[in-house]
């Protein structure tokens, strides 16, 4: 194992790299894989309509995992909504079925106490300095801070992973995860550098082999380039980064050009239902879709071992060639 940091020392990681949570991506299949490679996975708990389909997957998930595969956990993510789920229901489950670390996004006072006093590791994904010192505060154990290249949830700051990685460096008591944008072994390397305890990814582990969705969703990853993603819901406050596509660029003209223009407006484009549909069916157009700048960066579907261990190999590659210093002590 050439990378010890908190995620190898405290959760028994073998390479630190993790997949957060993903809106019905984040199932048994890509998980258990992510596992089997020595990484951490979350199931995604909100992806299953009910507390006792999180439970099910949760045992499909470990009936997939292999002798050497490492503990994976649930992200439950905890957004202002009209009519919330039942957080503490899903927790619940997911305490009972023995799952030991959770990734929070969201508020997490809702269920951090239950969580923490039930033994897990939280992990509190953020985009914000201000919210991850919040976080740090109610005791939450590891941050994982998402720049605005991110997949999905970036914040109304647009402050970029380099920025805030500093950041959290300078300011942060407990260990931090890099995410947004991280999709290759140097930056992995990069992170590390930055004192980032691993680094969490969306899109790169969306266009792996396991991944259960439709290949064409991942030939189009592969085909995108770091433009071919797009800032919506600017407007609402709830900015989100998404596949540039039909139904995500009629989103952004109705937001920038409707007059007195309110959620409902772009509601129907925005549903979950339809974005689901796009996974299911490979028609890329279908709905609106997450996707990270990294896209630019991701030229193949490899299977989550493959990747895992190319990530390590190239992040060691890239800290040996990292000569500078090494060169100009020789020359001494
Ligand atoms: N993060 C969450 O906390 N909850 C989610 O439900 C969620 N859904 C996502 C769905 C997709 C398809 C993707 C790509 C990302 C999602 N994310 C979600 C964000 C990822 O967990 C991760 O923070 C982000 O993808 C990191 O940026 P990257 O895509 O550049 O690697």
Request: aromatic letters at 6%; glycine letters at 8%; a neutral charge.
């Amino acid at each position: 194992m050439p990378f010890d940091t908190w995620l190898t020392s405290q959760l028994g990681i073998r390479i630190p790299l993790v997949q957060g949570g993903m809106m019905w991506v984040g199932k048994a299949d890509l998980v258990s894989a992510v596992a089997n490679a020595g990484c951490l996975g979350f199931l995604t708990a909100l992806t299953f309509e009910t507390p006792e389909l999180l439970r099910a997957e949760i045992r499909k998930c470990r009936s997939m995992l292999e002798a050497d595969a490492v503990q994976f956990g649930v992200n439950i993510t905890l957004l202002p909504a009209i009519n919330p789920p039942d957080y503490m229901a899903y927790a619940k489950v997911a305490v009972e079925e023995g799952v030991r670390v959770i990734e929070t996004a969201g508020d997490p006072s809702k269920i951090l106490k239950y969580i923490k006093d039930n033994g897990c590791t939280v992990i509190h994904k953020c985009v914000t300095l201000k919210h991850a010192l919040r976080a740090e505060k109610l005791g939450v154990d590891c941050i994982s801070i998402d720049g605005i290249e991110c997949a999905g949830h970036g914040g109304e700051y647009d402050s970029t992973s380099l920025v805030l990685l500093s950041l959290c460096a300078e300011q942060l008591q407990i260990p931090y995860l890099a995410s947004g944008g991280f999709a290759n072994g140097r930056q992995f390397a990069a992170a590390l550098a930055l004192g980032a305890a691993g680094v969490n990814m969306g899109t790169r582990w969306m266009t792996t082999k396991e991944a259960p969705i439709h290949p064409n969703v991942k030939d189009a990853i592969v085909k995108a380039t770091e433009n071919d993603t797009i800032l919506v819901l600017r407007k609402f406050r709830n900015t989100t980064r998404l596949h540039k596509n039909k139904v995500s660029m009629e989103v952004f003209k109705i937001e920038n050009t409707k007059k007195d223009v309110e959620f409902r407006d772009v509601a129907h484009l925005m549903s979950g239902k339809r974005g689901k549909g796009v996974y299911e069916t490979g028609d890329v157009d279908a709905g609106v879709w997450s996707l990270g700048m990294c896209s630019g960066l991701i030229h193949d579907v490899p299977s989550c071992k493959e990747l895992a261990l190319r990530l390590q190999r190239e992040a060691e590659e890239a800290l040996e060639k990292t000569s500078v210093l090494r060169n100009a002590r020789a020359r001494l």
